[in-house]
């Protein structure tokens, strides 16, 4: 009788976690609409190295590509045709032509491309152009097979993720927020904390429960936990909130999605939330 109440024990002490580790259906949507906003980018960037691999990476033809490939994606900053060397030879829109024939082989996920010749998805970085950004590129291959540069699409990640996430949180009793897997936030409703890093960044110090979290989240592709942080902002009080996150990844980048909800308890009711 002993071990029979100690089961029963056991198993109710672990139905919240059972509960916890299944995705929320607004969490598996997310999941489902970023990993097909990343397929359809893959296909923009495919068919424009397909077209350049034909026309060549500069003149009239390549800026019409670039031109289109741009207009297909709302959150483009810009398109751009990167030489063998490392070299923008063609970016569109106009605006940015100031650009062409900057060298950026020093930049990291370039010299992936120029080195392996494979699709690559960059971490955020400082961009020529000035912006804090993400780079997709695509190796273009003359029709004899020979590399011949790349094909870049360079997006803001917090307007890629915001025109996504924001209609599904709105108004609901979860909120999501996104990070890579290095810490910096690259979505959340308190745009305050787009940008800052979870290990590094000084509002998140004090905060040891999420700091391990955060690194569970970033060693891990799924997973659920808890943690106390701010409510809404940076400036708002302390409340207690779980967490269930799934992962999404374009040529072997990966982001997490992480769903969150405030718990109930005397000081706080269930509303809108920040991470």
Not at 25 to 35: E, P, Y
Not at 67 to 81: K, N
Not at 136 to 144: L, N
Request: aromatic share 10%; hydrophobic share 40%.
């Amino acid at each position: 009788m002993k071990n029979l109440f100690l089961l029963l024990f056991c198993f109710l002490f672990a139905l919240p976690s059972a509960f916890a580790a299944k995705p929320s259906a607004t969490l598996v949507n997310t999941r489902q609409q970023v990993t097909a906003e990343f397929a359809r980018l893959d296909r923009g960037l495919k068919k424009a190295a397909k077209e350049l691999g034909k026309t060549g990476l500069t003149g009239d033809d390549a800026r019409r590509i670039l031109a289109a490939t741009c207009s297909e994606f709302s959150y483009t900053i810009d398109c751009s045709a990167i030489d063998a060397y490392g070299r923008m030879k063609t970016v569109e829109p106009a605006r940015y032509r100031s650009v062409e024939g900057t060298d950026i082989s020093d930049q990291l996920h370039v010299r992936q491309i120029l080195k392996r010749h494979k699709p690559v998805l960059s971490a955020v970085f400082r961009s020529v152009e000035g912006d804090e950004a993400v780079d997709a590129e695509y190796p273009v291959f003359s029709p004899s097979g020979r590399f011949i540069g790349a094909v870049s699409i360079l997006f803001h990640p917090e307007q890629f993720l915001g025109e996504i996430i924001r209609p599904k949180v709105q108004g609901g009793q979860m909120d999501i927020w996104v990070m890579e897997r290095g810490g910096r936030i690259l979505y959340d409703v308190d745009r305050e904390q787009v940008g800052l890093n979870l290990f590094t960044s000084p509002p998140f110090h004090s905060y040891k429960e999420l700091l391990l979290l955060a690194k569970k989240i970033a060693q891990t592709e799924r997973g659920n936990g808890a943690y106390r942080f701010r409510k809404a902002n940076l400036t708002d009080r302390d409340v207690r909130k779980t967490a269930c996150w799934q992962s999404v990844s374009l040529y072997g980048t990966s982001w997490r999605l992480v769903g969150i909800k405030v718990e109930k308890d005397e000081h706080s009711l269930q509303g809108r939330h920040g991470k």
